[in-house]
């Protein structure tokens, strides 16, 4: 399948500084790739040049093969590249049904419309529903967000993020700072994105890693250092070495 | 991926809510129109001169309520709107009100977009300093273009003629009162769809974390200098009536101090809400006209008292407070 996100060469230093080192990666439709690597390996700088808001020192971008290196941060979202946030970035004064229909609005183009109201539109309605009811949160529709868990609103990030019917989906540590046992309901949601998407997961929780992904890619000073199966990535000796030591040591790893 | 869709899947919300509360909204101004009109029929000049002000102050809680972007010159808005609506009645003879109040609107927009193109450029503190120096060159720039503005003369030379050929523009203020009753009628109208509309949406998502909208694929400047050209339409409406109700324009309409206490209004009353705005409006302008008069020496004290108790003790204005009040106890008697 011909590859809907590329990273060529993508290199990116703050005056002597190399954070980003020649960083190539390619990504097919369907793809379950989990982005992984030690503090300070460069994660959040690779996310931030992905998704345009920093420019690469050199190298290139390409969604859906066209190049976006020089398209800014909302230019590349409306061509289906779509982040959730670390920390959860959601309105706290606003419904789960307003972030959703807010975000099936702005993908059609219809967020400036300066009548009318979403709750009256049904078709707008109709995707509101289908995607707080997959994430499971039909219930707290009509909440304030600040009222509801913070296990739900990771969902809701995905449920917004959905709704903008993304391409390319980056997930940025989806499950963190959420109670383990929530942690759950986020794993079948993960499991439940949609299978033609693109998924780029940025996470540290290594159980999660090796149940999602199929393929893992190890960023170590800047440079990518392993890129292929989860079953692989313990015996690899850099790897090893950069990063996992402590954790191929446990026990509990398949 | 399985899941059913099923559209009763979520519980629908009361729908009939917001259009009875537009209806209420639009009784309780017409009810205050009308006591107002009873009770001070001396005195109509001061209430028409509040609602223009009110124009202002809802205009200015577009962009600061809803949108989140404080400023300290939004009368520059207002004043654009009342110059130019005097302009085209003192100098090109165009007399007709209505035409007078579309001219008005035209240029709050236009300065709007005006402003909005210089301080979307920066946030936060730098911002307000933006509005501050705006004001002033505006100001400036009426006082220097004297022969079109009058300079600190004031504009005169205002005429407008009957509305709709019938009704004259009398020395009581009779129909300036009630031009500008449904001039704020039709504003307030217009305003309460937009700001649940979409777009409205949309803003308040700005004003809450515009990172986070831009993640969404809309860009906050684009939205925000589209609000500001809409508040520039309500601020040039309350100008014109101004000009047209008064028949003179002072620089004062494009001053710094109007700005100030244009934002002290929305504040007293509850930003974020346009019966906030109004009712801030209402209290600020009548407690100054009855204090002033009751104590000439020390009303503007009393202003700073009042006002430091609303900040102090009642931070989501008069308005808000008792709106939340209501609706706390609301659900506590469900």
């Not at chain 1, 109201?117 to 707008?124: I, K, Y």
């Not at chain 1, 170590?220 to 790897?239: E, S």
Request: glycine share 10%; net charge neutral; aromatic share 8%.
């Amino acid at each position: 399948m011909s590859p809907v996100f590329e990273v060529a060469n993508l290199k990116r230093s703050f005056g002597g500084l190399v954070v980003t080192n020649d960083v190539s990666l390619s990504m097919a439709p369907g793809d379950r790739v989990a982005l992984i690597g030690p503090n300070g390996a460069g994660k959040t700088t690779f996310v931030n040049l992905v998704t345009g808001n920093l420019p690469p020192s050199s190298g290139e971008v390409r969604l859906g093969g066209e190049t976006v290196t020089r398209v800014d941060a909302i230019g590349r979202v409306r061509r289906g590249l779509v982040r959730s946030f670390q920390v959860t970035r959601l309105f706290q004064d606003m419904t789960p049904a307003e972030h959703v229909g807010l975000a099936v609005l702005q993908r059609d183009g219809r967020a400036g419309r300066l009548f009318g109201r979403f709750l009256n539109m049904t078709e707008v309605m109709a995707e509101v529903s289908e995607l707080l009811e997959k994430l499971g949160l039909a219930e707290l529709a009509y909440r304030k967000v600040r009222e509801i868990a913070y296990g739900q609103q990771r969902l809701l990030e995905i449920a917004v993020a959905l709704a903008l019917k993304p391409k390319v989906l980056l997930l940025d540590e989806p499950a963190a700072g959420v109670p383990q046992s929530d942690t759950g309901r986020i794993e079948q949601a993960l499991a439940d994105l949609p299978p033609d998407l693109a998924v780029l997961m940025i996470e540290h929780d290594m159980d999660l890693v090796f149940r999602f992904a199929k393929r893992v890619i190890v960023l170590a000073a800047g440079t990518i250092i392993f890129d292929g199966l989860p079953a692989d990535v313990t015996k690899d000796a850099r790897v090893r070495e950069a990063y996992l030591g402590n954790y191929a040591n446990a026990s509990h790893v398949a | 991926m399985t899941l059913a869709v099923n559209n009763q899947s979520i519980p629908s919300r009361p729908r009939g809510g917001s259009f009875r509360r537009d209806l209420i909204g639009v009784a309780v101004i017409a009810v205050f129109a009308a006591a107002g009109y009873i009770l001070f029929p001396d005195n109509l000049a001061l209430l028409t001169r509040i609602l223009a002000v009110a124009l202002l102050v809802l205009a200015l809680d577009l962009v600061t309520g809803y949108c989140g972007v404080a400023t300290l010159g939004h009368a520059a808005l207002f004043g654009s709107g009342a110059y130019a609506a005097g302009i085209l009645s003192a100098h090109y003879g165009i007399n007709d009100p209505l035409l007078m109040t579309l001219g008005g609107i035209v240029a709050g927009a236009v300065a709007g977009l005006l402003c909005a193109v210089v301080m979307l450029r920066a946030h936060g503190l730098p911002q307000l300093v933006l509005s501050i120096a705006l004001i002033y060159l505006f100001h400036e720039l009426a006082n220097k273009a004297s022969s079109w503005t009058g300079g600190s003369d004031g504009l005169s030379g205002i005429m407008p003629d009957p509305v709709f050929g019938v009704y004259e523009f009398d020395l009581f203020g009779h129909t300036a009162y009630f031009f500008g009753v449904a001039l704020l009628l039709i504003a307030f109208v217009l305003l309460r769809l937009v700001v649940r509309s979409p777009f409205g949406m949309l803003c308040r998502g700005i004003k809450e974390d515009p990172l986070r909208i831009r993640a969404m694929g809309a860009s906050p400047n684009a939205a925000l200098a589209k609000m500001y050209v809409i508040s520039g339409a309500v601020a040039g409406t309350g100008g014109a009536l101004s000009a047209i109700s008064t028949q003179v324009v002072a620089l004062d309409a494009l001053s710094f101090t109007q700005s100030a206490e244009a934002l002290v209004m929305l504040v007293l009353g509850g930003t974020g809400s346009l019966f906030g705005a109004l009712a801030g409006t209402l209290i600020f302008m009548l407690f100054e006209d009855y204090v002033s008069a009751a104590n000439p020496f020390h009303w503007l004290t009393m202003v700073g008292v009042l006002l430091i108790a609303v900040v102090l003790f009642a931070p989501k204005g008069i308005y808000g407070t008792a709106a939340a009040y209501f609706t706390r106890r609301g659900e506590a008697n469900r």
